[in-house]
């Protein structure tokens, strides 16, 4: 019963500190990468914050597990799209001029800082591929109804890592 409510509150903190607003977040900025479903969340020293992927899968039945199994697809075609923008994209020249795009159109910075910074960053996700991966958490999910879909966002982020490493070590996993 002790370890219980020891979880439950863990899960409490961890809910509030990952939702929870960031004071740093003024110097935050996010690149869409509309053509991979990802979203890329940094700080302008090239720290990443949170990446986002979108997965979408068709519910092809009326049966009660339908929409279970399409979110579970979805999940599956999100995780798949970072792994492929993080081997694909992240490699590419595309990679740094959108980077760089968006740190000039926030207003931050010359041109050639705002490259090294997209170069930082990408080098900061390079190193973190592994943890990022493994460290995915399902955000949101939600049917649509037009397109008869499940559609699921997938993030990623240290602070996230951090709060599934402090319940694991909570329950002495």
Same mark, same amino acid.
């Given at each position: 019963?002790?370890?219980?409510?020891t979880f439950?509150?863990?899960?409490?903190l !961890?809910g509030?500190?990952t939702?929870s607003? /960031? @004071?740093?977040d003024v110097h935050s900025?996010t690149t869409?990468f509309?053509?991979?479903?990802?979203k890329?969340t940094?700080t302008?020293?090239g720290?990443?914050?949170?990446?986002?992927?979108i997965?979408?899968?068709?519910v092809t039945s009326?049966?009660?597990?339908a929409?279970?199994?399409?979110?579970?697809?979805?999940?599956?075609?999100?995780r798949r799209?970072?792994?492929? *923008?993080? @081997?694909v994209?992240?490699?590419?020249?595309? *990679?740094? &001029?959108t980077?760089?795009?968006s740190l000039?159109?926030?207003?931050?910075?010359?041109t050639d800082?705002n490259?090294?910074? !997209?170069?930082?960053?990408k080098e /900061?996700?390079?190193?973190k591929?592994?943890?990022?991966?493994m460290g995915?958490?399902?955000?949101?999910e939600?049917?649509?109804?037009a397109?008869k879909s499940?559609?699921v966002v997938?993030?990623?982020?240290?602070?996230?890592? @951090? &709060?599934?490493?402090?319940?694991r070590?909570?329950?002495?996993m």
């Amino acid at each position: 019963m002790k370890k219980l409510a020891t979880f439950t509150v863990t899960i409490m903190l !961890a809910g509030c500190s990952t939702f929870s607003g /960031n @004071k740093n977040d003024v110097h935050s900025v996010t690149t869409e990468f509309v053509s991979s479903n990802i979203k890329v969340t940094y700080t302008r020293e090239g720290d990443v914050e949170m990446i986002q992927s979108i997965g979408a899968a068709r519910v092809t039945s009326n049966l009660p597990s339908a929409r279970e199994e399409a979110a579970s697809m979805a999940v599956l075609k999100a995780r798949r799209q970072l792994s492929e *923008f993080i @081997k694909v994209e992240l490699d590419s020249e595309r *990679f740094v &001029a959108t980077i760089t795009n968006s740190l000039q159109r926030s207003n931050e910075g010359q041109t050639d800082i705002n490259s090294n910074i !997209a170069y930082d960053l990408k080098e /900061n996700i390079k190193q973190k591929s592994s943890a990022i991966l493994m460290g995915t958490m399902v955000e949101s999910e939600r049917y649509d109804e037009a397109s008869k879909s499940m559609v699921v966002v997938v993030r990623a982020s240290p602070r996230d890592r @951090k &709060a599934m490493n402090q319940i694991r070590g909570t329950l002495g996993m």
